[in-house]
Every structure is written in C-alpha cells, then in structure tokens.
T-cell receptor, first 112, second 113 residues
Framework: LAKTTQPISMDSYEGQEVNITCSHNNIATNDYITWYQQFPSQGPRFIIQ???TKVTNEVASLFIPADRKSSTLSLPRVSLSDTAVYYC?????????????FGAGTRLFVKA | KAGVTQTPRYLIKTRGQQVTLSCSPI?????VSWYQQTPGQGLQFLFE???????NKGNFPGRFSGRQFSNSRSEMNVSTLELGDSALYLC????????????FGPGTRLTVT
C-alpha cells in the first residue's frame, strides 16, 4: 500500500492561500489521490480527488506533478472555519481501495 | 438524501464486556467501512463490507468483527473489551467502487472503564 507523508501541522492567517503537500513515492499506476478534511469529533469529509495534473472544484485545487510522487492541496483564501485536519490518501483498485491508510494528517490552524 | 447514521453516539462499557455498534449507510450505497480513531494511533481502518461480504480487513485482532445485512446496514462488534479500545468508531459508506468518495457518519464514542 502506498504510504503518504504530510507535514504534521501548519499555521496560516485568514485570507491567505494554503498549500499542503503530500509525498507518496511508491504510488502505483492505478492509484488515485484523495484528500479529506476532518473537524474535531466529526467524521472526515471528502474534499477533492485526482489522478494527474490539476483538478479544481468549488473548495480546493489539487496539483499533481508528472511523476505523481507528490501532490499539493491548495485552499484559496482560508477562513477560520478551515481549521481542521487534512488527510491525503493514495489508493486504487489493486491496493485495497482508499479505505486503508489515512496517515497522521496535517493539522491546519487558521488565525485571525 | 439522509447521511450516514450511527448508533449509539456515546457508549460507556466495562473491561471484559462486549459491544455492538450500528451503521446505516446512505441509501443506494453498498459499501460500508469501519474505522477506529484514537489520539495516539490516528484513523485506522478496521474492515469493509460490500454486498454482505467482507472485502477488506485491517490489522486488528479477532475481537473486532462485523457484518452487513441485505439492506446494507452494518454492525460492528467488539468482544472482551480492553481499555485501549476506547476510541471514536467511524463508519463510512460509498457506492462500492474502490475510489468512490466515502461519506462518514458522526461516529460512536466508546469509553471502556
């Protein structure tokens, strides 16, 4: 199973753009990259998923370089409510799905 | 569409007892996964059920078991509870393909004394 490495924590201020990078050096050809957000005492919530290059939705962008050994979640203009833990998952049809390894996640703290 | 529901939300048990947790997935979802979350170990995968069959299993002892019913509802059982089993137990449902988005429930907070 592809192992992921993320920074343990990050601080930011309201209105700034935040980029969280995840390393996944042994990503397999069929693996996708998915990011989840979790608030205290709640279950994780899906943010975005991608396979290569760039994916954008209404809340975030996901940048994946050509070698796919890392990915960067970009949160534009964060607010206090974006304070949460962000998890990067890597998996696919041949790696037991996306359900196995969440990792420690990155704790983002947004300050006023 | 109703979200994933878990019952009970809070539970206090004594060492040696057993406990059963319940999860109702989103209508139409056939996959249900269970996770244990603790401050020390983070979010750890327990097992996944799809169409009443266990499809994936994490690295937990046999005291942890589960099942899924024909209506996709799932139960998780922990026997001979230990203090270390105190955790937030999360259930997640999805349509069933391996890269499908998972929808998590609010969790059951289990405290073992």
């Amino acid at each position: 199973l592809a192992k992921t490495t993320q920074p343990i924590s990050m601080d930011s201020y309201e209105g700034q753009e935040v980029n969280i990078t995840c390393s996944h050096n042994n990503i397999a050809t069929n693996d996708y990259i998915t990011w989840y957000q979790q608030f205290p005492s709640q279950g994780p919530r899906f943010i975005i998923q991608g396979y290569k290059t760039k994916v954008t939705n209404e809340v975030a962008s996901l940048f994946i370089p050509a070698d796919r050994k890392s990915s960067t979640l970009s949160l534009p203009r964060v607010s206090l409510s974006d304070t949460a833990v962000y998890y990067c998952l890597v998996g696919g049809p041949n790696t037991g799905g996306f359900k196995t390894i969440f990792g420690a996640g990155t704790r983002l703290f947004v300050k006023a | 569409k109703a979200g994933v529901t878990q019952t009970p939300r809070y539970l206090i048990k004594t060492r040696g007892q057993q406990v059963t947790l319940s999860c109702s997935p989103i209508s139409g979802h056939r996959s249900v996964s269970w996770y244990q979350q603790t401050p020390g170990q983070g979010l750890q995968f327990l097992f996944e059920y799809f169409s009443e069959t266990q499809r994936n299993k994490g690295n937990f002892p046999g005291r942890f078991s589960g099942r899924q019913f024909s209506n996709s509802r799932s139960e998780m059982n922990v026997s001979t509870l230990e203090l270390g089993d105190s955790a937030l137990y999360l259930c997640a449902s999805s349509l069933g393909q391996s890269r499908d988005e998972q929808y998590f429930g609010p969790g059951t907070r289990l405290t073992v004394t």
